[in-house]
Structure formats: C-alpha cells, structure tokens
Nanobody, 123 residues
Framework: QVRLVQSGGGFVQAGGSLRLSCEVL????????SGWFRQVPGKEREFVSG????????VYRDSVKGRFTISRDNAKNTTYLQMDNLKPEDTAVYYC????????????????WGQGTQVTVSS
C-alpha cells in the first residue's frame, strides 16, 4: 500500500494563491503519474490536473488552465499544485492521487488517494 500525505490548503481571498503538497511515502514514486482532484459536497470528485512520472508539462481541466500549475520533485517524492488567481468556485476538498496508467486531461485512473485538504476561497 502506497501512502500519500498532503499538506497546504486553507483559507484565502479571491485572487490569492495557495500551494498544495503531496508527499508519497514510497520509493517507487517516479513510476507513477501524479495528479490532483477536488470535490464539493453533493458533487462527484473531479479531475483538476495531472503530470507524468518524469515530470514536464501537466494536463489540466479547462477551468484551471493558466491559473494552476502542477509540478513534482522526484528526489523528494513530492508533487505540488500551485494555485494562483483563486476563485470562489475553486473551493473544495482537494485530493492528490497516483496512477500507473497513461494519463490525459480526461483520463486518470486512480490507484492511490491522499487524505484530502480543504481549500476555501472567499469572494
């Protein structure tokens, strides 16, 4: 079982920034693509962004393109989500995730989840 430990998140005003971190407690981190999902009460969890195990440009849902940036540091077994110009509609619980399958902006087969962290953006 691969364990993911999230940090970051919190409360911010609209237009502000937050960074989420997700440390993977496993030496096989670079074999997985990593990603971020979010969920609001009463709605399905939705894909936000993903990045392959080797890093490089990420993939994003349309509503966060140009505002969010995913990255990873394989030496630290950690993936990040930098969120800028936050909007109230970004308010959600954010989850990091790992996948050993091919990923796209619409396909991310999750094998492991982080514990979730709340992001609240006030207007």
């Amino acid at each position: 079982q691969v364990r993911l430990v999230q940090s970051g998140g919190g409360f911010v005003q609209a237009g502000g920034s937050l960074r989420l971190s997700c440390e993977v407690l496993d030496r096989t981190f670079d074999r997985y693509s990593s990603g971020w999902f979010r969920q609001v009460p009463g709605k399905e969890r939705e894909f936000v962004s993903g990045i392959t195990g080797s890093g490089g440009a990420g993939v994003y849902r349309d509503s966060v393109k140009g505002r969010f940036t995913i990255s990873r540091d394989n030496a630290k077994n950690t993936t990040y989500l930098q969120m800028d110009n936050l909007k109230p509609e970004d308010t959600a619980v954010y989850y990091c995730a790992l996948s050993s399958s091919h990923i796209t902006a619409t396909t991310f087969h999750v094998e492991y989840w982080g514990q979730g962290t709340q992001v609240t953006v006030s207007s």
